[in-house]
């Protein structure tokens, strides 16, 4: 445990730093509020003892300034000026003790124990409540489904690094977060990162850290998520997004788990397990050059796939039945839906996944008033209208007039996209062979579902 100690006392240090190698701490030193706020940013610290009256950025500044970053890290204050209001105000402003000068040897000691237990104990909680919340479950049972959980569970207990694709709104970040959960690294939080929404200057910076003035901006030295994910799991969301100067980085800590900070010549080794996840067919990348292949096999070493929700619509009812319980409660009543309702949305493609069905859930229970859910309501807040209902459902000639009253161009669209969901849907929603037995490009299927997609082809 690396415990930081600021005082511009010398001597005070000096015993403080005996005390923690007494208690076999280790102990960390800084003679101002800047130089403490610089270590914390750049080190893991556990625990922080501070005085209050320093030179320049004092004590309760600097004290409101660790805890607007860091909330979670106790800091006790010394001082040897003690009276109660600067105790008040230290303890208000979020310290967790307040000691007088000199500070006993015994009282300075209990003080952090008690500290670092509540702090555990915080971390503990917070790692409960995110295993106790049930948005964080798989929901399904479908053979797809299923075969994903048993894969999952086999993966998790192992230290493998692991690839999760598939189409937006399927669940990717979902089977993350139940890989960390069912893992030896489960106990500590997971460190997220999303490589698409980080501008690609700052992605080095963000993931190995940087040091003090390493570029324009860089007024102290940061820890990167590697850092902070040492004995856990990062998630690199949205992998293919990554410069391929940052995949080599990648690369070299997939083999050594070793990696320097931006501007920094020290080798930092970490103990990090890393799932990654993306949208993006990979190797169309690899082959546009815009993906290391090397690192394409590294970590593709145990593949997971996340199906698109068309192809385990048998999960449908119970998708719905869960979304309705998380709902429901949150200011809007539960509500049912119909057998016809649910047959109508299993013919919905759902190019959003499980996200569209969700947010489509929620539009439901907000929208309309009704308890029951029927086939009409459904359809109207699936953006189906009445007429292109009735001509998506009838197959092609089998209804002599299902076109009337239609343009050519309607009639067109129509039977368009009445084929295309009919030879879909004889393929289990599979999309690769559905193109090839229709002779398509898979891209250009895809676009078509897509622009039919709300439409419900
Ligand atoms: N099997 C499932 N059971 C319950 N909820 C699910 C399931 N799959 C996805 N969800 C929910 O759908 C939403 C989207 O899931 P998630 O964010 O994991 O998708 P994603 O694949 O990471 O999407 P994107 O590619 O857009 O980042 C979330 O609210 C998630 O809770
Ligand atoms: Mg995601």
Redesign the pocket.
Known sequence: MKILIVDDEVSIVESLSGIMLDEVYTPLAADCGERALEIISAEHVDLVLMDVWMPGLDGLETLAKVKESYPHLPVIMISGHGNIDTAVQATRAGAYDFIEKPPSYDKIVLSMKNALHLSQVEKDNLILRQKADK??????SSEP?RQLKDSISRVAPTDAWVLIT??????????AQSIHRLSARGGRPMTEINCAAIPEELIESELFGHEKGSFTGANTSKRGKFDLADGSTLFL??IADMSLKTQAKILRILQEQKFERVGGSKTIAVDVRVLA?T?KDLTAEIAAGNFREDLYWRLNVVPLV?PPLRERLG?LPE?VA??VREFSGKGVGAKRFTAAALTMMARHLWPG???EL?NFIERVLIMTVEEEVTEDMAAQLLGLSESGRKNTAAACGQEGDAYSGLSFKEAKRCFEQDFLRTRLTANDGNISRTAEQLGMERSNLHKKLKQAGGRGI
Do not use: C, M, Q
């Open positions: 948005k964080s479950e798989l929901t399904g489904i598939g189409e937006h709104g399927t669940g990717k970040e979902l089977v969301d949205e996840a949208n996340v999960d998708l869960a979304f996944n499980v996200r969700r």
